[in-house]
């Protein structure tokens, strides 16, 4: 199938940022094949005059069948809102509500211009399969709790294993697998270690919640006289398959240990402003 957009205005990602004004784009086997002007037909044309067309953007860290549970528990902090509110309503999950909430959130990730995320949530293979009949590309974590729990390790470690093997097999291109423990308060360190073992040995994304809450960190620092970022490299999970979600109070040790290892930062403003987590991070 072809797809050609015509006489567009394209935002571009090359180096300069150029502005390719009047230009046409044509799409053959979901690969872009020309930019400039073409002049070859296509199965479908579309009319690009005062459009833009621009890559798709990508949502760094998500839930994405929480969007049924958008409204539920405002003004509360986020220790309360998930111990009060979020954990007991996603107990009641199931695959089913699971696929179909996903699906609502792609809808809206495609009516704004997302083309791909990065998700923790729980039924990645249900996610996953609604990923692939949306079209979108995803990254899909297991999300991961033990609660210190010595019984509930290996569990959570099979549910991980178990997803990716899923969406391996389903041989879709667009999306592959993570491993997401959830952060350092819900899982215990041989729970993170042995997690980012598999994402190594998958070539995936190590993605967890970090420092995204004063009390996260004082309590931290009062259990392990480290600061979260610093207990992690202390643990040896660090590296550049990682991805940090939040990260709203980090030090400018903590940021240099990030550079040093090239792990990534998934910003969420919206989020913490919801929860008024009230951490900045602490530039240099």
């Not at 211009?113 to 949306?134: L, P």
Request: aromatic fraction near 6%.
């Amino acid at each position: 199938m072809s797809i050609l957009v015509k006489n567009t205005t394209v935002i571009t990602q090359n180096k300069n940022r150029e502005l390719l004004k009047n230009t046409d784009v044509l799409v053959e086997n979901n690969t872009i094949s020309k930019i400039g002007n073409v002049s070859e037909k296509a199965d479908h044309t579309i009319d690009g005059k005062n459009r833009i067309l621009m890559p798709g953007l990508i949502n760094a860290h998500t839930h994405t069948a929480a969007s049924i549970l958008r409204g539920f528990g405002d003004d509360m902090n986020l220790e309360e809102w998930l111990e009060k509110s979020i954990w007991p309503a996603e107990a009641k999950l199931t695959p089913k509500y699971t696929y179909w909430a996903s699906l609502l959130s792609m809808a809206e990730m495609i009516k704004t211009g997302t083309t791909c995320f990065n998700d923790m949530y729980f039924y990645a293979d249900s996610i996953a399969k609604a990923t692939k009949e949306a079209g979108m590309r995803a990254i899909l974590g297991e999300v991961l709790f033990d609660f210190f729990k010595e019984e509930t390790k290996q569990q959570e470690l099979n549910k991980a294993k178990k997803a990716i093997d899923s969406i391996i097999a389903m041989n879709d291109l667009r999306t592959r697998a993570a491993i997401s423990p959830h952060a350092i308060y819900s899982c215990a360190p041989e729970l993170l270690v042995a997690g980012k073992k598999i994402a190594v040995k998958n070539n995936t994304i190590f993605h967890i919640h970090v420092s995204e809450t004063k009390k996260e960190v004082d309590d931290c620092v009062k259990k392990h006289k480290l600061r979260p970022i610093e207990y992690l490299e202390n643990l040896g999970v660090l590296g550049e398959n990682v991805v940090f979600a939040h990260a709203c109070y980090l030090s400018k040790n903590e940021i240099d240990i990030v550079k040093k290892h090239e792990a990534k930062i998934a910003h969420c403003p919206t989020s913490n402003m919801k929860l008024a987590t009230g951490g900045v991070i602490d530039w240099p």
